[in-house]
Each structure stands twice: as structure tokens, then as C-alpha cells.
Nanobody, 123 residues
Framework: EVQLQASGGGLVQAGGSLRLSCAAS????????IGWFRQAPGKEREVVSC????????YVADSVKGRFTISSDNAKNTVYLQMNDLKPEDTSVYYC????????????????WGQGTLVTVSS
């Protein structure tokens, strides 16, 4: 059974940092691209950042560029999202997902989704 376990969310003040983790199991990690998405209440889901675990190619949305960094630890089957200089508009439920390649996961086509982790940024 494939599982994606997202963790690391919480409450932080504006300007603060959090690191989200997405631990994958039940799949061949190197065969997938892993992406972080977020969805705020009343808004559509949006892609945040994605990484190809095979060649470490990344995608970062313009809205978080320069503030968020995605990385992959293939030895731990885990992808991290380091979020710095958080803003109130970053408040969302963050989800990780696995897809067959980077372009597909960036487009939101994922074979597997994890449960969300809530990030709340206070002003």
C-alpha cells in the first residue's frame, strides 16, 4: 500500500519558518516526482513546488519563489519543503503527492495523495 505521510505544519508568525516533510512508503521512490500543493478555504488547490527524485530537477511556483525550497532525501524516501519568510497568505492545508514525472505532477496529475498538514501564518 502506497502511503504519503505529510507532517510539520503548525502555527507561526509572519516572517517565520517551517519545514514540511513528506515520507513515502510502498513505492519505488526514485521512480516518482513528488509535489507539494496547498488549498486554502474557498480557494482552488495550487501547486507549490515539486521535485523529480531521480535527477533532483525542481519546480517552484512564482508565489513562493525565493522563500520556499524543496529537497529530496532518497535514502529516507522523504521530500522536504523548507518555508521561510512565511506570509499570512501562505496559510493553507498543504498536501504532498506522487506522480510519474515532474511535468505531470506540476500539472496536478498525481497517482497518490497524502493527507494534509495545516500551516497557519499569523500577522
Amino acid at each position: 500500500e502506497v502511503q504519503l505521510q505529510a507532517s510539520g505544519g503548525g502555527l507561526v508568525q509572519a516572517g517565520g519558518s517551517l519545514r514540511l516533510s513528506c515520507a513515502a512508503s510502498g513505492l519505488t521512490f526514485d521512480d516518482y516526482a513528488i509535489g507539494w500543493f496547498r488549498q486554502a478555504p474557498g480557494k482552488e488547490r495550487e501547486v507549490v513546488s515539486c521535485v523529480s527524485t531521480s535527477d533532483r530537477t525542481t519546480y517552484v511556483a512564482d508565489s513562493v519563489k525565493g522563500r520556499f525550497t524543496i529537497s529530496s532525501d532518497n535514502a529516507k524516501n522523504t521530500v522536504y519543503l523548507q518555508m521561510n519568510d512565511l506570509k499570512p497568505e501562505d496559510t493553507s492545508v498543504y498536501y504532498c503527492a506522487a506522480g510519474s514525472d515532474l511535468s505531470r505532477i506540476v500539472a496536478g496529475f498525481a497517482g497518490y495523495w497524502g493527507q494534509g498538514t495545516l500551516v497557519t501564518v499569523s500577522s
